[in-house]
């Protein structure tokens, strides 16, 4: 490690030309002379600022984190002066107002969360910020699929069990190192889990890490036939040694499931279906195992559990996001399945998919909000360091209207999210499917407008950095291309709205009209 030097700005103040090109930034003294051909800027932008102080010019183009990328090149500090300027560093919560969920800012109270819920959200930050986030970075952008090494480390953490929600399966499971028994975890735990996961803030990589399987691996661990068989394939997709997919979409059938043309018709011995036809836009289909899939069968829709072999092709589709998330279209040709893989009972497929929408349609909402509030908390960083017209963001008023609607959007979705989870903690399955399939409904759709309102704000405030998927706007480029996934993805806003109203008709009283 090289020996860090203590220097006068007298000192620095000399080191301004080619050969030696120092610089000081909050007080920490770099020497860029061999880092000059190298910068993005070129030399002349260097010399500019060579010899000087110009932590007011660095950070009104850059972040705290470009600082730490390039910590090789500090070689000291300027004597008796003390940085103004804290480091973020792994497991740290976000000192900005409202980059926090309320519950986790210390002069709040919150009803909902006990000390299990913190010990856990403390854990899986630094389980994030540590292994997730890294490798999500770099993903994103090759478009490779999540690491066998980052699945097995959550699988062994326990993390990968807990996406389900609560349930039989957790019980014996200490999650991360123990922080959270897995028979005590409920509804509010599998909140923290989900957004911790969506602050890592790379969309693609978010649905590729087993996007599919979480959707998908319940119906074979609720509907199987078979104990046995469906407890092996539940280990095997939480180990990462396969992996799942939910195959409903067609190109003839998005929200309007009963759509679907892929067949399935049994053989003269009654052992085995033969299914024919096409799924579009399956996240994780082109890396999967096992596909979890809505068929025709005579009269009604069934569900098969279908392993990929002889007949099964899959090829990737581009999306607005990563290739990571391994999106794809599936082709089925004359494929045999066992009927032993019928999951739940046959025409009557629709029961099962139907059972998970509302536990997929909370999960979207709370990464949904995460990011939403990611974007805002990145607008807010920004305009306090941007100067433009001689002031800062922060001082013109225009901006000030836009960040107060984009943080009212975010603390009115938490707010509900945090009360229907109280819900779920408190319902049975069955009176949740009652109950809360309208007010998930209608949550989900102000979750996705909002996050467009808050990508289209997070823009204007970034400018040309918001439409470049490099450097300041990263984040904001990334939301503003991606939000509509949400939109999208488990039922779209129109659907879910009507969805919504009809369930509240139901219990509308006739002595009211």
Same mark, same amino acid.
């Given at each position: ?33 061999e ?9 002349a ?15 009104? $183009? ?20 003390t940085?103004?300027? $804290? ?19 210390p ?59 609560p ?10 190192? &123990?922080?959270?028994? &897995? ?17 890592s803030?790379?969309? =693609? ?10 959707? =998908?691996?319940?119906?074979?661990m ?21 992996? #799942? ?10 929200s ?25 836009w ?31 092709e ?75 017209? &001689?002031?800062? #963001? ?15 959007h975010?603390e ?19 009176e ?9 409904? #209608? ?6 407008r ?39 993805? &488990?039922?779209?806003?129109?659907? #879910? ?17």
């Amino acid at each position: 490690m090289t020996q860090m030097g203590s220097f006068t700005r007298e000192q620095v103040a000399h080191k301004n030309n080619v050969d030696n090109l120092w610089c000081i930034i909050d007080t920490s003294v770099y020497d860029l002379t061999e880092f000059a051909d190298a910068h993005p800027g070129g030399e002349a932008v260097l010399l500019q600022i060579a010899g000087t102080d110009c932590t007011s010019d660095f950070y009104n $183009l850059h972040r705290h984190e470009v600082i730490q990328k390039y910590a090789h090149l500090k070689i000291g500090s300027i004597a008796s002066e003390t940085p103004s300027i $804290l480091p973020q560093n792994a497991g740290d919560l976000s000192l900005v107002p409202y980059g926090e969920p309320t519950w986790l800012m210390p002069q709040f109270k919150s009803p909902y969360y006990k000390d299990s819920h913190r010990a856990l959200q403390k854990a899986m930050r630094v389980f994030v910020d540590t292994y997730i986030t890294p490798e999500a970075a770099e993903k994103e952008k090759s478009g490779e699929f999540i690491s066998d090494e980052l699945l097995q480390r959550m699988y062994k953490a326990g993390i990968t069990q807990t996406r389900f929600g609560p349930g039989k399966h957790l019980h014996g499971v200490k999650i991360l190192g &123990g922080v959270v028994d &897995g028979g005590e975890f409920d509804y509010f735990h599998d909140l923290i889990i989900v957004q911790e996961m969506a602050r890592s803030g790379y969309r =693609g990589f978010q649905d590729g890490n087993l996007g599919g399987m979480v959707i =998908g691996l319940s119906a074979v661990m609720n509907w199987g036939q078979d104990e046995v068989w469906k407890n092996q394939i539940a280990h095997d997709c939480f180990s990462g040694k396969k992996k #799942l997919s939910l195959a409903i979409s067609e190109a003839f059938a998005g929200s309007d499931v009963a759509g679907i043309r892929t067949t399935a018709r049994k053989t003269a011995d009654g052992k085995h279906y033969v299914v024919n036809g096409t799924k579009k836009w399956i996240t994780n289909g082109h890396f999967s195992d096992y596909f979890v899939t809505a068929v025709k069968t005579g009269d009604g829709m069934s569900v098969l559990l279908i392993e990929r072999g002889p007949g099964v092709e899959t090829t990737p589709i581009k999306t607005s996001y990563s290739a990571t998330a391994g999106t794809a279209s599936v082709f089925f040709d004359n494929v045999k399945v066992p009927v032993t893989n019928l999951l739940g009972q046959e025409n009557k497929g629709f029961a099962v998919i139907m059972a998970n929408f509302n536990h997929e349609r909370w999960t979207i909402i709370a990464a949904s909000i995460r990011m939403s509030r990611l974007v805002t908390e990145e607008c807010l960083k920004w305009a306090h360091q941007r100067k433009v017209f &001689g002031k800062r #963001l922060i001082d013109q008023p225009v901006i000030r209207q836009k960040l107060g609607k984009m943080i009212a959007h975010c603390e009115a979705i938490q707010a509900h999210i945090e009360n229907i989870t109280y819900q779920m903690n408190s319902l049975t399955y069955a009176e949740q499917n009652k109950h809360l399939a309208g007010p998930i409904a #209608l949550m989900k759709m102000f979750a996705s407008r909002s996050a467009h309102e808050i990508a289209d704000e997070a823009v204007q405030i970034f400018g040309g950095r918001a439409i470049t998927q490099t450097g300041m706007g990263r984040l904001v480029e990334m939301f503003n291309r991606t939000n509509k996934f949400d939109s999208i993805l &488990g039922g779209t806003e129109e659907i #879910l709205a009507d969805l919504g109203i009809r369930q509240a008709m139901k219990f509308m009283p006739k002595s009211m009209l």
